[in-house]
T-cell receptor, first 115, second 113 residues
Framework: DTAVSQTPKYLVTQMGNDKSIKCEQNLGHDTMYWYKQDSKKFLKIMFS???????INETVPNRFSPKSPDKAHLNLHINSLELGDSAVYFC??????????????FGPGTRLTVL | GNSVTQMEGPVTLSEEAFLTINCTYTATGYPSLFWYVQYPGEGLQLLLKATKADDKGSNKGFEATYRKETTSFHLEKGSVQVSDSAVYFC????????????FGAGTRLFVKA
């Protein structure tokens, strides 16, 4: 009965490869997010989708492309991986845009290592 | 713009010590305020929240009070345990709605037995 799940948990790959991370939530939420957490634990938002529509697109290289096939899924595809992409990537979901209910539920994270 | 500033870590305490992690914010109006906790190897999870001035959020012995006059939301616990060792994030969501939560940089807490 996991609320927000991500696969894979660990991803080790070579520079230049293309990889995808998948995220699913079973909370019935309208909004999903991707965050990148660096080695110092700093959390940076990358993208957000609301009802399958892209609503937040921070300054992220266009090698990163999110895709939301439905409200319960938000996947992240990364082309031409670089060393600097190594980080932990977190998926999250929330009910929506009202400030008081914007508690976010996070997945367990995907640790990406680019060699 | 909106921002959150929290004290730098790491914070190292002995078991049963008193904990304070300072958090101040910059925002227009009355944002909602949150503390999230991240245990080793896990994602963030909500610890407590407050949605209006003078509200006190509390959970698992942790407390934080929404202080509009000082734009602060400091996290406190009277007696920490080794199991409280984690990274703590202060965060806000603007009251204009929207979908973007602003997170602080995180404060790592180590509790020694």
């Amino acid at each position: 009965d996991t609320a927000v799940s991500q696969t894979p948990k660990y991803l080790v790959t070579q520079m230049g490869n293309d990889k995808s991370i998948k995220c699913e939530q079973n909370l019935g939420h309208d909004t999903m997010y991707w965050y990148k957490q660096d080695s110092k634990k700093f959390l940076k938002i990358m993208f957000s989708y609301n009802n399958k529509e892209l609503i937040i697109n921070e300054t992220v290289p266009n090698r990163f492309s999110p895709k939301s096939p439905d409200k319960a899924h938000l996947n992240l595809h990364i082309n031409s991986l670089e060393l600097g992409d190594s980080a932990v990537y977190f998926c999250a979901s929330s009910q929506g845009g009202l400030a008081g209910v914007n508690e976010q539920f996070f997945g367990p994270g995907t640790r990406l290592t680019v060699l | 713009g909106n921002s959150v500033t929290q004290m730098e870590g790491p914070v190292t305490l002995s078991e049963e010590a008193f904990l304070t992690i300072n958090c101040t914010y910059t925002a227009t109006g009355y944002p909602s305020l949150f503390w999230y906790v991240q245990y080793p190897g896990e994602g963030l999870q909500l610890l407590l929240k407050a949605t209006k001035a003078d509200d006190k959020g509390s959970n698992k012995g942790f407390e934080a009070t929404y202080r509009k006059e000082t734009t602060s939301f400091h996290l406190e616990k009277g007696s920490v345990q080794v199991s409280d060792s984690a990274v703590y994030f202060c965060a806000l969501t603007p009251n204009t709605g929207g979908f973007k939560t602003i997170f602080g940089a995180g404060t790592r807490l180590f509790v020694k037995a």
